[in-house]
């Protein structure tokens, strides 16, 4: 079997395709017998329409269902469309972090690694990351794509990596069990880890997940020597609030750029801040279109909310490497306009879903 | 009524550098569901740094804080703070929490009159062997020095009832400084008693309104050296091990009355349920009779039963306010708890349907037939009441875990039993009622208590 190549889905790394061509060819690739991923061919037996003459727009999307779960059990060779033949160059599984059951997998090809991190280095020098500085990551490795950019990254700016270990899965068990000391042990234990590189090494840019960035904040030896070293705070994996991140930016670190990348194993990979925000602006990521995409909707009517309003964010993946249409994330999200000539929406001031109302108390007088 | 402004106040949290507005904010809202102020919810970097604060932040003189103290407490009750007239003030509380409007007024002095004795009242705990200095010339012999166990003080307030605020003033005047997280639902008192703090001489570092949400209360308590902890049984559970956190747990308070001659108390025994609206820890929540019960608890509900329904900003409104979907809550809270108790009031409903989803709770009273019934223990935060029998045999067990006993008893040997007895932290005897206070007698021990130790000290 042949590397079957589609002029639309392999155009150059620094080419940016029209969105509806590309979502044409990436649904001839997805379902072509000959090309398509036993997953997605097998699965579109059951599909309703035929994603090939169906599917034209990025509105045409909302006709997939939401298949991410199925990514929980699926043989990961399964996942990796036919059209590569044997010459499938596998850059790793990369797992979700298991939150709400098993993990899901998905198979990361050189391809798209190498369209992603064009992206990201172009991004990365309009922000002003230093080449050449050392990287310190302070998040989770393993099978989490969250390390796996980052030493994609590094390895891309020419720089050394640190890296401290986070196991989410294992702090999840830990919260879960009501295990709050040990959850609190275990985080100190990484911003102790933290500590020597940061003393020791020319860390130019941290990375860092938003609750042990404030646990590294709490040490006043460890805030003076980040704003001492560090040119780029970098932070993923979880969610910042707007108060915490104006906190961040002008109180605690302000000599250190600060940046946001949002990002998730099923979109299989990251997107970054916008570029130019001004001090008051929300946090707002751009789309890396047609690649990466968002809508935010009414979760009811999967519907989009007007601009500026939250609703929840949908992804989507689409690449030769991987198709992974409409599926509705446990975020939500302020919907603002992409810039011109992307695909769906930009989000911002993103936050998880559950919402928790104070509980009503009825026995006692407090 | 006085006109209230349309347009939702701001509470802003009050920091060590002065007021911190944050994006994240939570509606308090009336009882009728309108919004009346946005208050802050700070993240928990603001918590950690501004519990640092506190810590690095230097302490006012004795001296200058029972005067500030003095001063703000005057503020407080009288003046114009953050442009808002005590009168909007009291109101306002009246509004979003229910409670009658002249229990506010009598709080608003109750806090002016704690601010300004708060010094004074932590006199009455010092050891008598200890002194509050080194310098004292007693120290040559050897003393105890009175000292405090940290610097920081957390609160964790309640939001039933504004004399919540009178107690953590103590702190103030034993030189802490502290950190009050409010209630969302009534945090205009703090608020308003912060910012007249500050107005009247403590420094922003030195006290600080901190509204945050759940996930980062916790965090208060730990940047704290000592906390105080408002709250149900989940609280004492959570906290009751930690020698550091003070746990205000249930009230549970009580009255017995071991003569069988009841009426010449009836007034103490209504007046201990429903002042304040019932709504305090103080209030009692059960009555234990010698001989047959039934006549005192019909009389009590024919009492009660006489309290008119009136909206809480009303002069004389007694009976406290809710949302009628809470009301409604409480109801069947209360109904589904009733088990084989007689309801000889409030059986065909306790809530009154003023109009607006405003609803009043109207008293209840429940007869139960033996002393060691589980039902007394239910306290709700309105007047209701739980009469049980008691005989001699049935002894100190039933009228464990008290804040308050009321004893109406002339038997020393039973008085001697209840004064032992731990889990009860005070007995009034005689016709006393169970809300009774004064800034000399602890409450439910002093909070010095906790808040300070001695250390020997000599000077050869």
Avoid at chain 2, 289 to 313: K, Q
Wanted: hydrophobic share 40%; proline share 8%.
């Amino acid at each position: 079997m042949s590397d079957a190549a589609d002029p639309v889905l392999d155009c150059p790394v620094d080419q940016v395709p029209d969105g509806e061509e590309f979502i044409e060819a990436a649904m001839r690739w997805h379902f072509d017998p000959r090309t398509g991923s036993p997953f997605w061919l097998a699965r579109a037996k059951t599909l309703d329409f035929d994603p090939r003459t169906d599917v034209r727009t990025f509105a045409d999307l909302r006709l997939f269902p939401d298949v991410v779960d199925e990514f929980r059990e699926v043989r990961v060779e399964d996942l990796v469309p036919r059209g590569y033949g044997s010459r499938a160059e596998v850059i790793g599984v990369f797992e979700s972090g298991g939150t709400t059951g098993p993990p899901k997998r998905v198979v990361t090809l050189a391809d798209w690694m190498d369209r992603l991190m064009h992206h990201q280095n172009r991004i990365m020098d309009a922000h002003g990351y230093p080449r050449g500085a050392d990287w310190l990551s302070v998040g989770p490795s393993g099978p989490h794509i969250f390390g796996g950019l980052i030493e994609q990254q590094a390895d891309r700016r020419g720089g050394f990596r640190f890296s401290i270990d986070l196991d989410p899965r294992w702090v999840k068990k830990l919260i879960g069990d009501g295990r709050l000391d040990e959850a609190d042990r275990y985080a100190e234990h990484l911003i102790d880890q933290s500590a020597h590189p940061l003393r020791t090494q020319d860390v130019g840019i941290l990375v860092i997940t938003p609750p042990l960035l404030v646990r590294l904040a709490r040490r006043d030896e460890l805030v003076a020597l980040v704003n001492e070293k560090v040119r780029v705070i970098v932070w993923a994996g979880a969610h910042l609030d707007p108060d915490t991140r104006v906190l961040l930016r002008d109180e605690v670190f302000p000599n250190v750029k600060i940046i946001g990348n949002y990002g998730s194993t099923m979109i299989m990979g990251a997107v970054s801040e916008r570029v130019g925000l001004g001090d008051d602006d929300p946090c707002v990521f751009d789309p890396f279109s047609p690649y990466i995409t968002f809508s935010v909707v009414d979760p009811k009517t999967r519907r989009e909310v007007p601009y500026g309003e939250r609703g929840q964010v949908v992804m989507n993946h689409i690449s030769k490497n991987l198709l992974l249409p409409n599926n509705l994330e446990r975020d939500t999200a302020l919907r603002i306009q992409p810039p011109p000539g992307q695909l769906g929406d930009a989000v911002a001031d993103v936050a998880p879903l559950a919402v928790f109302g104070d509980e009503r108390v009825i026995e006692g007088v407090y | 009524m006085t006109a209230l402004s349309i347009e939702p106040g701001r509470l802003d949290a009050l920091g060590p550098t002065g007021p911190y507005r944050t994006r994240s904010r939570s509606t308090v809202p009336d009882l009728a569901g309108n919004p009346v102020a946005e208050l802050s919810l700070v993240p928990r970097l603001y918590v950690q740094r501004t519990m640092a604060a506190l810590h690095r932040a230097r302490t006012l003189p004795p001296g200058e804080r029972d005067e500030a103290l003095a001063r703000a407490g005057r503020l407080f009750a009288t003046g114009p703070v953050n442009g808002l007239s005590a009168e909007h003030y009291q109101r306002m509380v009246s509004r979003v929490s229910g409670m009658p409007i002249s229990v506010v007024r009598a709080a608003t002095d109750a806090i002016a009159r704690s601010a300004a004795e708060a010094y004074g009242s932590t006199r009455w705990a010092r050891p008598y062997g200890a002194v509050d200095d080194w310098r004292d010339p007693a120290t040559r012999e050897g003393r105890a020095l009175w000292v405090r166990r940290g610097d920081v003080f957390a609160v964790h307030a309640a939001g039933n009832h504004p004399a919540v605020h009178t107690l953590w003033l103590e702190a103030l005047a034993l030189g802490y400084r502290v950190a009050v997280r409010p209630s969302r639902r009534e945090p205009f008192t703090p608020h308003r008693l912060i910012t007249a703090l500050r107005e009247a001489g403590f420094a922003d570092d030195q006290v600080v309104f901190l509204p945050a949400d759940h996930a980062v209360a916790d965090d208060i308590i730990r940047g704290a050296d000592l906390a105080m902890v408002y709250g149900g049984e989940d609280v004492t559970r959570k906290y009751g091990r930690h020698a550091d956190v003070l746990p205000q747990g249930p009230g549970r308070s009580k009255i017995l009355i071991t003569g069988e001659d009841w009426a010449p108390h009836l007034d103490v025994v209504v007046d201990s349920v429903s002042a304040q609206g019932g709504t305090a820890c103080v209030n009692t929540t059960a009555v234990f009779a010698a001989g047959d019960p039934r006549p005192l608890a019909e009389a009590v509900a024919e009492r009660l039963s006489a309290i008119p329904s009136l909206p809480p900003a009303d002069d004389d409104a007694v009976l406290p306010a809710r949302s009628l979907a809470d009301a409604r809550a409480v109801e069947k809270y209360l109904f589904d708890r009733v088990g084989d108790a007689e309801i000889l009031l409030g059986g065909d409903g306790i809530v009154d349907d003023l109009g607006d989803g405003i609803g009043v709770l109207r008293p209840a009273v429940m007869l139960v037939d033996r002393a060691d019934a589980s039902q007394t223990g239910i306290e709700l935060s309105f007047p209701c009441v739980w009469v049980a029998p008691w005989s001699p045999g049935d002894g100190v067990e039933p009228l464990k875990d008290t804040l308050v006993l009321t004893a109406i008893t002339r038997d020393g040997e039973l008085i001697d039993r209840l004064m032992a007895e731990p889990t009860i932290s005070n007995v009034y005897i005689g016709d006393q009622p169970t809300h009774w206070m004064a800034p000399w007698v602890p409450h439910d021990g002093y909070l010095a208590e906790f808040l300070m130790r001695t250390k020997g000290v000599i000077r050869a």
